[in-house]
């Protein structure tokens, strides 16, 4: 089991060895601030594409529409919850959200997951909070 980590962790370390936020242990303030500045600058680019008003793009999400402004101005910094609602409604890679990485929007078509996996994003585009928390437990219990 030990390989199996240690064989993620090098493709991470890969991966991401020459970016600028993930290469770092620990951000100081001036990092961290850059970090949500260059999110909001990411989140609000989603929105425009999607031709959407912070109304219509938190509540396609189940957000309000004060915090998707308070999140684009910098007044406060987004919670996964809502990173992980906006990937989950939009097809918004995580890892182009939060560091601007691969590719921005993910293709959950049939033929690009499988079939299973593709029932899988249906049924959790579809959960309440309660069920994910459920599957999210079920998933570290069986890795352990």
Same mark, same amino acid.
């Given at each position: 089991?030990?390989s199996n980590?240690?064989?993620?962790?090098?493709k991470?370390?890969?991966?991401?060895k @020459?970016h600028?936020v %993930?290469?770092?242990?620990? %951000?100081?303030?001036t990092?961290?601030?850059?970090f949500?500045?260059?999110?909001?600058?990411?989140l609000?680019?989603v929105?425009k594409?999607?031709k959407?008003t912070?109304?219509?793009? $938190?509540?396609?999400?189940g957000i309000?529409?004060?915090?998707?402004?308070?999140?684009?101005?910098g007044?406060?910094?987004?919670?996964?919850?809502?990173?992980?609602?906006i990937?989950?409604?939009?097809?918004?890679?995580?890892?182009?959200?939060?560091?601007g990485?691969?590719?921005k929007y993910?293709?959950?078509?049939?033929q690009?997951? $499988?079939?299973?996996?593709a029932?899988?994003?249906?049924l959790?585009? @579809?959960?309440n909070?309660?069920?994910?928390?459920?599957?999210?437990?079920?998933?570290?219990?069986?890795?352990g």
């Amino acid at each position: 089991m030990g390989s199996n980590i240690e064989t993620r962790m090098s493709k991470y370390t890969e991966r991401y060895k @020459n970016h600028q936020v %993930l290469s770092e242990d620990i %951000l100081n303030d001036t990092q961290e601030a850059d970090f949500f500045k260059q999110i909001r600058l990411r989140l609000r680019e989603v929105r425009k594409e999607l031709k959407m008003t912070q109304r219509e793009f $938190g509540e396609s999400s189940g957000i309000d529409r004060r915090y998707v402004a308070k999140v684009e101005c910098g007044s406060q910094n987004p919670s996964f919850k809502f990173l992980r609602s906006i990937s989950i409604k939009h097809k918004v890679s995580l890892d182009w959200l939060l560091y601007g990485v691969g590719d921005k929007y993910v293709a959950a078509e049939e033929q690009s997951y $499988g079939n299973e996996l593709a029932i899988f994003k249906k049924l959790l585009d @579809n959960a309440n909070q309660d069920d994910i928390d459920v599957v999210v437990k079920m998933i570290k219990k069986i890795l352990g």
